[in-house]
């Protein structure tokens, strides 16, 4: 009896109705977690994926819905890309964030294949959505299922607190504040502050538009986002051992890396060609899919132009833009095979943009890395690759023809930066584990129906308790009291004094 108990158990999960919900349209969120959903798929679970980046596939048991449309809505309708780049003050960043966000969110859930899922009978006996546009919990009440956040970088301090997990405001700074690590007084009460910041813009400013987003589109009054990401099961976070900071996680916080690598491919014949043509080496130059040709002016790829022109190595440059006058040195290219171009024997550098994907590829094929930061968490990325010894970082900005003529030289011919590459790949989870591992979890999840029994008890702990705002307030506002009385007092009896004499 207990044999066939267990037979139907592993029957029914192997078979799950499972909805993964990945709207970011940024390919770097999405390409963390398309070999889940396919893996889900391929193990016979029955998966409904909401995605900006569908895959090329077609399995029976695989729906994609897609919504690539949004690109569109960010490049060119919000101006997304200029803002994030152009754009000094981080607080004006943020509210523009959040505005495109919200607009970008109506604009999904108004989508005919999303209404479609609304409108339908369907059922799902899971959810996985990326944490970050807090609306899409909303299906979770309607679908009365679990939910499995996913983030495709380490969890910021308010995802975290999702599901209880204490953090550091400080020591686990936010990523989006340009600081590395040792931080002095000033920077710590900013990294406070800006928690604090964060906290309110997120609870009581993107929360309640996001929550009347979902409440029009699924025609239910009474979703409330607070409540339901409480019951959030696990958190999948993105992050490179030995790179990210040590912290202090609960089991419901499950660390992976290494889903997006793929298997190598043979590179593009005349790409081939000139790598394995470089008796110097190469440089691979790209600054990602989100930091477009337009923004680098055109006396900035001069300056780039001259550098390589004096370098012995070639250049693979990706750039949606054609160059003039390019040296022959300098191969432009519009896409490229990142990881190919990185797994070859003959590169010797990766300048990047410093996203947390480009350089756990950097350090998993051993490449030293030259980071050029834009936003977002890219500061504190690069400051870490410095940090660690494993490449440096300049700002484009301020960047000079000879200055960025002995970085280059520098990353290529320190050897300690190689030993240190060397060091922190070795701590990286073979790609197929991570998904094991996830896909572990996942069943676990269904197995249990939940697994509610991971929740810590802090996720029900309002921001203030958590940090013991309250408690210090009292003491200092008890301190505060009992001075000013004492001063009373002996202001009363020195006054006494006086008249006693006279």
């Not at 995605?51 to 309708?77: G, R, W």
């Not at 000033?186 to 009347?212: A, G, H, M, N």
């Not at 790179?243 to 916080?253: A, D, Y």
């Amino acid at each position: 009896m207990y044999s066939l108990t267990v037979a139907f158990l592993f029957a029914s999960v192997s078979s799950s109705r499972i909805l993964v919900i990945i709207p970011t349209p940024f390919y770097s969120h999405q390409s963390v977690f398309q070999p889940l959903w396919l893996e889900l798929a391929q193990k016979g679970h029955q998966v409904t994926a909401v995605t900006a980046n569908p895959l090329k596939t077609h399995l029976p048991n695989l729906k994609q819905i897609d919504l690539s449309f949004t690109y569109k809505l960010v490049y060119e309708d919000h101006k997304m890309q200029h803002v994030i780049n152009t754009e000094s003050n981080l607080l004006t960043l943020m509210r523009h964030v959040f505005v495109v966000m919200n607009n970008i969110t109506t604009e999904q859930l108004n989508h005919p294949q999303v209404q479609e899922l609304i409108k339908s009978d369907q059922e799902f006996d899971l959810m996985i959505v990326e944490v970050h546009i807090p609306a899409w919990f909303g299906f979770a009440r309607k679908f009365k299922c679990p939910v499995i956040g996913v983030t495709s970088m380490d969890a910021t301090n308010h995802v975290k607190r999702m599901v209880g997990n204490l953090n550091h405001p400080v020591y686990t700074h936010h990523v989006n504040l340009p600081f590395g690590d040792g931080l002095n007084f000033w920077q710590r009460v900013v990294c406070v502050l800006f928690e604090l910041l964060d906290e309110f813009q997120t609870s009581y400013l993107l929360y309640p538009i996001q929550e009347k987003i979902i409440k029009n589109a699924l025609n239910d009054p009474e979703i409330n986002l607070s409540e339901i990401v409480k019951n959030l099961t696990l958190v999948f976070t993105n992050i490179i051992p030995g790179f990210n900071k040590v912290t202090t996680n609960l089991p419901s916080v499950v660390q992976l890396n290494g889903l997006q690598i793929k298997p190598p491919q043979v590179l593009p014949l005349e790409l081939g060609q000139f790598l394995d043509g470089a008796a110097q080496g190469v440089i691979y130059f790209s600054l990602g899919s989100n930091v477009k040709s337009y923004l680098i002016s055109e006396d900035l790829q001069q300056l780039l132009l001259q550098v390589f022109r004096d370098l012995p190595f070639r250049i693979v440059w990706k750039f949606e833009d054609e160059v003039a006058n390019l040296p022959q040195n300098v191969k432009v290219v519009t896409w490229a095979p990142q990881q190919d171009i990185l797994r070859h024997k003959n590169t010797k550098l990766f300048v990047t943009q410093g996203g947390i994907q480009s350089i756990e590829e950097a350090i998993r094929f051993k490449v030293p890395l030259l980071g050029f930061p834009f936003f977002g968490d890219q500061f504190y990325n690069v400051m870490r690759v410095k940090k660690l010894g494993i490449g440096t970082w300049l700002d484009f900005k301020t960047l000079d023809k000879e200055g960025l003529k002995t970085s280059i030289l520098e990353c290529i011919n320190n050897q300690t930066y190689l030993a240190n590459l060397e060091e922190i790949a070795d701590l990286l989870d073979d790609p197929l584990t991570s998904l094991n591992r996830a896909v572990w979890w996942i069943e676990f999840v269904l197995r249990h129906r939940g697994a509610q029994h991971l929740r810590s008890p802090l996720a029900d702990v309002p921001f203030y308790q958590y940090y013991l705002f309250d408690v210090v307030f009292f003491l200092v506002f008890i301190v505060f009291l009992t001075s000013f009385v004492l001063l009373k007092l002996m202001r009363r009896k020195v006054g006494y004094k006086k008249l006693k004499v006279q």
